[in-house]
Every structure is written in C-alpha cells, then in structure tokens.
C-alpha cells in the first residue's frame, strides 16, 4: 500500500473512532473533558501534513522517545558533537541513557536478541549509534522484554493470543510477531496512540491481516473467534467491555498501568479481558502517588493481585535503575545530572 493512502486509512479510522466516542460517550468511561477536541485537533494535524504521521517516532504527540524525536536543529546539533566524543566525556543525558541502557542489554544477556531485531527506520526516528547499532531508549526497553519473554516463554504452546494495554504504536506487538509468527495480537489504547501504531504495523507487515474500526464497532461483543481471524486487532480503550472472556492468553502492560487515573486502572483489572487472561506480563512501577484530589491512594504494585498467579519471572527492572536530569544553558542541555530513578519491577506469571 502506498504511504498516502496508508495515512489516510489510519486518520480515517482515527476519525471513526472519536465520532463513535462523541455519539456514544454516555456509556462510556470518561477519556478526559478535552479528549475529543485534543484528537480532533490531532487528527486535523495530520491530515494537513501528512509528514507527522509519517515520522512518528519524531513527535512528541505520540509516545516520546530518547533521544528526543523533536529536538530542534540546535538541540540536535549538540546532540550530534556529544555522540562522537570519547564515551567518558559524553555528558549529554541522552547518550547517558543509551549508554546505561546498552550495559544493561549486555548484563542481562539480550545482546542476541538484539542483534535478531535491528530497528527499522519506520516512523524515521532520531537514534544514537552505538556498536553498529541505531538505537533508542524505547527500542533497548523493548528488547529486554523481548529477551525475558523468549527466555522464559518461547517454549509454551498455550500463548496464541496476547493483549497489549497502552501499547503505544505497537513496538512490543512488532517484535513479538517478528518472532513469533503465528501468534495473534490485540492493541489497545487511546485512539490516535492506535493510529500510529496502525500506520506502524502496516508498514512493517504489508500483508497482515489488520482490523479496522468498521470491523468492530457494530459488533455486540469482541471473543476469540473474532481475534483469530486476525494478525492484529485495534481496540480503542473504550471498548474494553466488549471484549469478552479468554479471548486473551496473556494480558501485558508495561509502563502504563500505574501512569493513569485509577478509574481507568480499575477498569483494565475489573475486565473480562484481565480476568480471564493465564498469563500477565507487566513491568511498571512500584508506586505513583495520586494524580489528583480525587484519589486518595497511590497505585501500587499491592494493587495488582500478582498473588493470583504462579511466578516465573520477577526481578527489578534493571534499565530503569538511573535517571538523568539535563542541565540546560541557555535551555540547551549540556550535560547532565545522575540520580535514581523510580524504581519499576517485571513481573511474568500464570494462573
């Protein structure tokens, strides 16, 4: 498919879905007072330069990335000379980041998985280059999960089916179905973060069997039958409900579950799709505190019942041990400073 019409497909289909929201918002959970204006304006955005959705992976209305997709040419030339200096000079928090990231790939004995999975250009990220790898922050987190699933996972028959929740535009989908080719994938998050991922996908599997909004929205419910049919399912967020009981066999979130409103939180965990999933494979934080007034606890890792399943794998997250801080000039970063960051768990298990 040629990338014009790919992009109109993925707006079109993004449009579908915030008009279904409009027409339909009283049943639904709240996605926030400006939700549909913000995607309207998104949406508006992309029709009017088709570049944004074409580079993705340099805009910040999507997920962002280190090194940041947006920098300015400024910002990116300092990037640029920092990236050539000596590594015991190299201040930038940037190469910090991917500097600290690589090790970590090294020390958990990913290195081959990261040599399986070179990143592609699609979405035309900013990388930092290192042993002849295009590399970013988002990519090496990705590819330690990867490794963790392949080494702990790559053997069991009973995974056919895996729901991804606030996947972004689709990296760990990608890499999962890359490797392991007949397994069938659900994504779901807010709709413009699924129009990236739809313009992602497509790119990289042209001959996948991709859902479009058409073929769910009149549909009463969503089960296993239907999410066999295809390569990959895009679900909106509000549309949990619909899907029903096992048409999941793992359940994965990683980095978002404890980010959002504890509304949304409890609503993923209250789900068919939760419930009935066998395995969950996650990876957040261990505790947020209250993003407003109107929550009077922190989420948690005490908040997600991990005592339902048989552990396989549980372990710090080890790539996010440090956080650095940049230091600007002029609101130019410089250099950096190196402090903890908040500290994430893994977690892999089985009912």
Same mark, same amino acid.
């Given at each position: 498919?040629?990338?014009?019409?790919?992009?109109?497909?993925?707006?079109?289909?993004? &449009?579908?879905?915030?008009?279904?929201?409009?027409?339909?918002?009283?049943?639904?959970?709240?996605?926030?007072?400006?939700?549909?204006?913000?995607?309207? !304006?998104?949406?508006?955005?992309?029709?009017?330069?088709?570049?944004?959705?074409i580079?993705?992976?340099?805009?910040?209305?999507?997920?962002?990335?280190?090194?940041?997709?947006?920098?300015?040419?400024?910002?990116? =030339?300092?990037?640029? #000379?920092f990236?050539?200096?000596?590594?015991?000079?190299?201040?930038?928090?940037?190469?910090?980041?991917?500097?600290?990231?690589? %090790?970590? #790939?090294?020390?958990?004995?990913?290195?081959?998985?990261?040599?399986?999975? *070179?990143?592609?250009? @699609?979405?035309?990220?900013?990388?930092?280059?290192? !042993?002849?790898?295009?590399?970013?922050?988002r990519?090496? +987190?990705?590819?330690?999960?990867?490794?963790y699933?392949?080494?702990?996972?790559?053997?069991?028959?009973?995974?056919?089916?895996?729901?991804? *929740?606030?996947?972004?535009?689709?990296? =760990?989908?990608?890499?999962?179905?890359?490797?392991?080719?007949?397994?069938?994938?659900?994504? @779901?998050?807010?709709?413009?973060?699924?129009?990236?991922?739809?313009?992602?996908?497509?790119?990289?599997?042209?001959?996948?069997?991709?859902?479009?909004?058409?073929?769910?929205?009149?549909?009463?419910?969503?089960? +296993?039958?239907?999410?066999?049919?295809?390569?990959?399912?895009?679900?909106?967020?509000?549309?949990?409900?619909?899907?029903?009981?096992?048409s999941?066999?793992?359940?994965?979130?990683?980095?978002?579950?404890?980010?959002?409103?504890r509304?949304?939180?409890?609503?993923?965990?209250?789900?068919?799709?939760?419930?009935?999933s +066998?395995?969950?494979?996650?990876? &957040?934080? /261990?505790?947020?505190?209250?993003?407003?007034?109107?929550?009077?606890?922190?989420?948690?890792?005490?908040? *997600?019942?991990? +005592?339902?399943?048989k552990?396989? /794998?549980?372990?710090? /997250?080890?790539?996010?041990?440090?956080?650095?801080?940049?230091?600007?000039?002029?609101?130019?970063? *410089?250099?950096?400073? %190196?402090?903890?960051?908040?500290?994430?768990?893994?977690?892999?298990?089985?009912?």
């Amino acid at each position: 498919m040629k990338t014009t019409l790919l992009v109109d497909e993925c707006i079109n289909d993004l &449009n579908n879905q915030i008009d279904y929201f409009e027409k339909n918002k009283s049943e639904f959970l709240s996605l926030g007072e400006t939700w549909s204006k913000r995607a309207y !304006k998104i949406s508006n955005q992309i029709r009017n330069d088709k570049s944004i959705l074409i580079n993705f992976k340099k805009s910040n209305i999507f997920n962002s990335d280190i090194p940041a997709g947006n920098m300015g040419k400024f910002k990116k =030339f300092i990037f640029d #000379i920092f990236s050539v200096l000596p590594t015991f000079i190299k201040f930038h928090p940037y190469i910090n980041f991917i500097e600290d990231g690589f %090790k970590v #790939i090294k020390e958990e004995n990913a290195i081959e998985t990261l040599e399986r999975n *070179i990143m592609s250009s @699609i979405g035309n990220p900013i990388c930092y280059k290192k !042993k002849g790898y295009n590399l970013t922050y988002r990519w090496l +987190r990705h590819i330690l999960l990867l490794s963790y699933f392949e080494k702990k996972l790559s053997k069991v028959e009973d995974i056919d089916i895996v729901a991804d *929740i606030g996947t972004g535009y689709g990296t =760990f989908p990608m890499l999962l179905k890359k490797n392991f080719k007949s397994k069938k994938f659900i994504l @779901i998050d807010f709709p413009e973060q699924l129009c990236a991922a739809k313009y992602y996908i497509k790119s990289e599997f042209p001959d996948a069997k991709i859902t479009s909004f058409e073929d769910i929205k009149d549909l009463e419910f969503l089960n +296993r039958d239907f999410f066999k049919k295809y390569d990959f399912s895009f679900v909106p967020c509000f549309l949990i409900d619909k899907i029903q009981e096992s048409s999941a066999d793992m359940f994965c979130n990683f980095a978002s579950l404890n980010e959002m409103p504890r509304a949304w939180f409890n609503k993923y965990l209250q789900s068919k799709l939760f419930k009935s999933s +066998r395995y969950l494979y996650t990876m &957040n934080r /261990f505790t947020r505190m209250p993003m407003d007034k109107n929550e009077k606890e922190p989420i948690s890792i005490l908040d *997600i019942p991990l +005592r339902d399943y048989k552990k396989i /794998f549980f372990d710090i /997250f080890k790539l996010y041990k440090w956080n650095y801080i940049p230091v600007k000039i002029l609101n130019y970063p *410089i250099y950096s400073k %190196k402090v903890w960051f908040d500290p994430h768990y893994v977690f892999l298990g089985k009912k």
